[in-house]
């Protein structure tokens, strides 16, 4: 952030960032700390917090902050919206300033909106700003990369996760929610650590009835396709890690359902190839997440697959 301060200072903030973010790491949250940084109108240090521009910021409401982000239902960003940006970014800033855009997940950029982009970006305005926030930037185009600034925000450690997670939230089982979430304080702040304890609990037993043949796979696949599916697929894919573990003789972390099915030490080096290939299952569904799937068909082949 001192850079940042610094180069804004002497007139030489970059006209692009990618802000590349581990989910739930603050990405989003440094990509308004810069939009606020450009349009603060205070005294030093900036931004300020107080001025007019900041509590607009704030609210949402700054008339030269573009966000862009999938419309609605849509898992991606598109062309139109691009387009639309660009004229925005074109016309005179309301306060004589910079213009900021935010794109967020830029990584949700179809192909037509990043090559409208990539003109923005060629031709930039005078004095504007695009901040695009991405989890995977490898998933945007090599010509887009080239004309930003990155800045890579890297997760806390667990203990600072947890001991701010506790400031703000209170104390709870926030050590269980980051085990499934991943190093992600700022998402996990959201999550109720009850709700996700049981969700896991829920989930682990299902998956235990799955391997015995006791569970209704199709009407599992359409509950969970409604409601918190990430979640549950990342119930599922810490479930299964923790099987290949024990295969290779590692000590699982968390509690495990006990059945017949997984391995123990000893057992075949098929069964722990096949956990992997599972394993590899769900990873393919989480990023399918962002694509127009069917869903519940998607998950009941996963389910299904656990009994072979």
């Not at 990618?18 to 810069?34: F, K, M, R, T, Y």
């Not at 992600?184 to 682990?204: C, K, N, S, V, W």
Request: contains cysteine; proline residues 6%.
């Amino acid at each position: 952030m001192q850079a940042l301060r610094q180069a804004h200072a002497a007139g030489r903030l970059p006209h692009a960032l990618l802000i590349q973010d581990a989910p739930g790491a603050g990405g989003a949250e440094l990509a308004s700390w810069v939009a606020q940084l450009a349009l603060c109108s205070g005294a030093e240090p900036r931004p300020c917090g107080g001025c007019s521009g900041c509590k607009r910021l704030e609210s949402d409401q700054h008339p030269d902050l573009i966000r862009i982000r999938p419309i609605e239902d849509s898992q991606q960003i598109r062309i139109e919206q691009v387009r639309e940006l660009g004229e925005g970014l074109a016309l005179t800033a309301h306060q004589g300033g910079y213009k900021v855009a935010i794109l967020e997940p830029a990584d949700a950029l179809n192909r037509f909106a990043a090559n409208a982009l990539l003109k923005t970006l060629e031709e930039p305005a005078p004095r504007t700003l695009l901040a695009l926030v991405a989890v995977q930037p490898s998933r945007l185009p090599a010509t887009i990369l080239s004309r930003c600034q990155r800045i890579r925000v890297r997760p806390p450690t667990r203990a600072q996760s947890l001991e701010w997670l506790r400031q703000v939230r209170g104390e709870g089982a926030w050590e269980s929610v980051l085990d499934l979430i991943g190093e992600a304080p700022l998402a996990a702040a959201g999550l109720d650590p009850r709700l996700i304890a049981e969700l896991r609990r829920e989930t682990q037993q299902v998956l235990g009835e799955t391997l015995a043949g006791r569970a209704d796979v199709i009407g599992t696949a359409e509950r969970w396709s409604r409601t918190e599916l990430p979640l549950r697929l990342a119930c599922i894919e810490n479930w299964l890690t923790e099987r290949i573990r024990r295969g290779c003789g590692v000590p699982a972390n968390a509690q495990e359902v006990r059945s017949g099915a997984h391995p123990r030490g000893g057992d075949s080096v098929m069964n722990t190839r096949a956990l992997f290939q599972r394993l590899e299952q769900v990873r393919e569904l989480r990023a399918a997440l962002a694509t127009p799937i069917n869903r519940s068909l998607a998950l009941e082949s996963l389910l299904r697959s656990l009994q072979t």
